[in-house]
T-cell receptor, first 117, second 111 residues
Framework: EAGVVQSPRYKIIEKKQPVAFWCNPI?????LYWYRQNLGQGPELLIR????????DSQLPKDRFSAERLKGVDSTLKIQPAELGDSAVYLC???????????????FGEGSWLTVV | KQEVTQIPAALSVPEGENLVLNCSFT??????LQWFRQDPGKGLTSLLL?????REQTSGRLNASLDKSSGRSTLYIAASQPGDSATYLC??????????FGRGTSLIVHP
């Protein structure tokens, strides 16, 4: 079974340019998460989807970040315009159903490494 | 707001030692606690998940315990090997459905 797939793996862009990250979760997983991880830190949630609905986006900087999950499967995270402080790893993860209160194992992709210069 | 702390931040041990990594959380109303491993330049790999009704989980040389009342979990690694070198993160999931992570413990096992 394929895991969570993310692309691109690495991206270097100049500040003020746009960038987009794509995620394909594990087949059948209803819940999709986007996390941001800075060097030496733990991942921090940006947005959580239940199927196609964004149910928690309180930590998403909405002035420059946007996300969508088409048909409740693949998801795209966009930054426009990028700032120097956006340099980080953007991790996508999925789980069967986060509303299941127990046993909700989360599976992560390899991450998309963004450097803004 | 849930806060997760992991101690120590870094650990260097000789091969063969048994070691304990600690994770503490401020809100004991959790449903799951999950331990992950992260290798340099990679994503997170799930190691063990403990449900709130469980006290511990074991997988090979790994054993994770959970004490909800005191807000603590430990990850025990037996007979450490150089291949265990990685960053270990714990994440707790409570009523908000948001898995909250600690900053991790960076482990180096030297031959």
């Amino acid at each position: 079974e394929a895991g969570v797939v993310q692309s691109p793996r690495y991206k270097i862009i100049e500040k003020k340019q746009p960038v987009a990250f794509w995620c394909n979760p594990i087949s059948g997983h209803n819940t999709l998460y986007w996390y941001r991880q800075n060097l030496g830190q733990g991942p921090e949630l940006l947005i959580r989807y239940e199927n196609e609905e964004a149910v928690d986006d309180s930590q998403l900087p909405k002035d420059r970040f946007s996300a969508e999950r088409l048909k409740g499967v693949d998801s795209t995270l966009k930054i426009q315009p990028a700032e120097l402080g956006d340099s980080a790893v953007y991790l996508c993860a999925s789980s069967l159903d986060s509303t299941v209160r127990s046993g909700n194992t989360i599976y992560f992709g390899e991450g998309s490494w963004l450097t803004v210069v | 707001k849930q806060e997760v702390t992991q101690i120590p931040a870094a650990l260097s041990v000789p091969e063969g030692e048994n070691l304990v990594l600690n994770c503490s959380f401020t809100d004991s109303a959790i449903y799951n606690l999950q331990w992950f491993r992260q290798d340099p330049g990679k994503g997170l790999t799930s190691l063990l998940l403990i449900q709130s009704s469980q006290r511990e989980q074991t997988s090979g040389r790994l054993n994770a315990s959970l004490d909800k009342s005191s807000g603590r979990s430990t990850l025990y690694i037996a007979a450490s090997q150089p291949g265990d070198s990685a960053t270990y993160l714990c994440a707790v999931e409570g009523g908000s459905y948001i898995p909250t992570f600690g900053r991790g413990t960076s482990l180096i096992v030297h031959p």
